[in-house]
């Protein structure tokens, strides 16, 4: 092990010296966000107080958000040591980087798969050490998620989305996960209603013999997402439009026994609610009242004999007699 | 069913199960060797694989209480293996067995003496034989049926059922015990023929159901998963038929009903998977275990329709439902 005494000497060198190309990223560096405004102000104030690491050639290993405030704020010079060691740099960035810092979900993902490529980390080391590190608990299937996120395309990283988002959208391939993510893009779903709508969507998708990616570019699905409405109702609207796609005959269900209430009369004084998806055997009367003469209308229409006709339809469709 | 290359683990190379696996087949290709059998035989399918390994414990296993289908009684599954050289397209080992190639254990006389005990503490248990293998799938697997079968004679209160899709029922001991229900799996042709790649064509499978109702064995039948494409009706009606007729001569039978479903990543599997068209256009819905499943008013529509067609002689039981 080597001791301070054994550091290779600080050196001073023009921040445009530095090569921090295309392939030293894919390979070094993990940070997708700039420099944070604490880290602005205090290289404003004091300078870069930990030098940057460098390969003998230039090419920058560990420092990147570092260096792009330094060339923010025209720093003539900035502080480096150079290491023969690219590995033993890289694993050194990561522990700081770890310490002081919260890594977006993209950031993570590209960490733990540099730790496989750069340091040849297997799973079980990464799970184990690298985790904890960054403040997640030790788990391989945890991991296995981060890796799938750093598989995304790479155009998925300048969208709006939230880590639910993106998770969902890494558990399928390319085109499928690009297309997934434009649509959370594009209706930010809550969690729950994201994870709803990517179901429908597959299902759809499936039934259709189409892939994800051709069955979210259905012209119907694109004009549903370009609509000048609010997100919420796009996600209503997508959501009732897959499920028709998804679920042709259940809705077809659905809608009989909507009609049958709404011929009964049940559709204003007293609503009928059904069990979701049809999936139980009981339905649910709700009569809204206002006054007494709300109560005799509610009264009046429950107690029609169409009114038993259309309940007696809607429990036969529960029932599968009319399926 | 014979395998084209059979791995056979150190440990049991003495077994009687595995001299009469190599008695049974003499030209298959056998190794001994603790390799993983995929790299034994790299250019075999894996259905065409065959392993023979030690059982190491937990013969006797609870099922799953979705997939119970005595009320009152507790039932357990008999784990002297995994998977089987079907490969029928639904399977729920798809997803959940830990290797894609059958094995079973080779020390009988280990398994009997687990199940020995276990039945000893729980008398009225009811053991499914078949639920994660095919016992009849291998003609050598005789001596496991039978020495199975020799340990439930001695606890009169306790059952056995040997599921299965093959048909090679002389590997049945004789006469019928008193305590074993064979049951067979059955589908309408048209389905089991693309479905069920690699098992015995229901013909031959209801010509076994006669044959041994006619030798009196108490016997089951099992239409799960029932698979609902459009037009489904036809091909159930035509099947509940056969079974009615194939089930004539028999005293004791029971039948258990259940409709395809499964965790969503099973049934999103089977779909994706399917060359037709039945499972891929099927309609899902989370039903309320968690599980996918067919929507409630086409499954019951369907339990009603196969219950009115096999009649009331012989209890069904819906399983899954």
Known sequence: MSSANDRPPVEFLPAGALRADTEAERRYIYTRTGPSERLRRSIAARGIMTPLAVAPDGLLLCGARRLRAAADLGLAEVPVVRTADAVEAFLAGVWENAAHREFAPLELAGLFRRLQLVAGLGPDEIAAVYLPACGLPSSPVLLAKYLALADLPEEIAALPLRPSHLFLAAEHGGRDAAALAAVFAALQPSAGEARILRELLADAAVRERRSIAQAAALPEIRAVLAADTPPRLKVSALRSLLRRRALPRLSAWEDAAREAAARGGLAGPVEVKLPPDLEGDEIELRARVRDEAGFARAAEALGSARARAAIKRILAILAGEEA | ?321
Not at chain 2, 204 to 231: E, K, S
């Open chain 2, 1 to 321: 069913m014979t395998p084209a290359g059979l791995v056979i683990r150190p440990e049991v190379a003495g077994e009687s199960l595995v001299r009469a696996a190599l008695a049974a087949m003499p030209a298959v290709q056998a190794r001994v060797t603790e390799a993983e059998a995929r790299a034994v035989f790299p250019g075999l399918a894996p259905w065409r694989i065959l392993v023979l390994d030690r059982f190491k414990g937990e013969l006797v296993k609870p099922l799953a209480p979705a997939e119970c289908s005595l009320a009152g009684r507790p039932e357990a599954f008999l784990a002297c293996g995994v998977n089987c050289p079907g490969r029928c397209r639904y399977c729920f080992l798809k997803t959940c067995a830990t290797v894609p190639y059958p094995v079973f254990y080779a020390n009988v006389a280990d398994m009997a003496a687990e199940l020995d005990a276990a039945l000893a503490a729980a008398p009225d248990l009811y053991v499914h034989l078949g639920h994660i293998l095919d016992p009849l799938a291998y003609p050598f697997l005789a001596p496991l049926v039978g020495a199975f079968a020799a340990v439930l004679e001695r606890h009169a209160g306790a059952m056995m059922e040997l599921r299965t899709k093959f048909t090679a029922i002389d590997l049945l001991p004789a006469p019928p015990p008193a305590n074993l229900r064979v049951a067979f799996s059955l589908a309408p042709a048209p389905m089991a023929r693309r479905y069920e790649p690699g098992t015995p064509g229901v013909k031959a499978r209801l010509r076994a159901l006669a044959l041994l109702a006619r030798r009196g064995y108490r016997l089951g039948v099992r239409l799960d998963p029932v698979l609902l494409p459009d037009g489904w009706e036809a091909d159930y009606a035509a099947l509940c038929a056969d079974i009615r007729a194939a089930l004539r001569a028999a005293e004791d039978a029971d039948i258990v009903l259940g409709t395809l479903r499964g965790p969503p990543a099973l049934i999103g599997a089977i779909r994706a998977d399917d060359p037709g068209e039945a499972l891929r256009r099927g309609e899902f819905i989370r039903t309320r275990d968690g599980k996918l499943g067919y929507p409630r008013p086409l499954r019951l529509r369907a339990l009603r329709f196969l219950t009115e067609r096999l009649g009331t002689r012989f209890p069904i039981r819906t399983c899954g439902e």
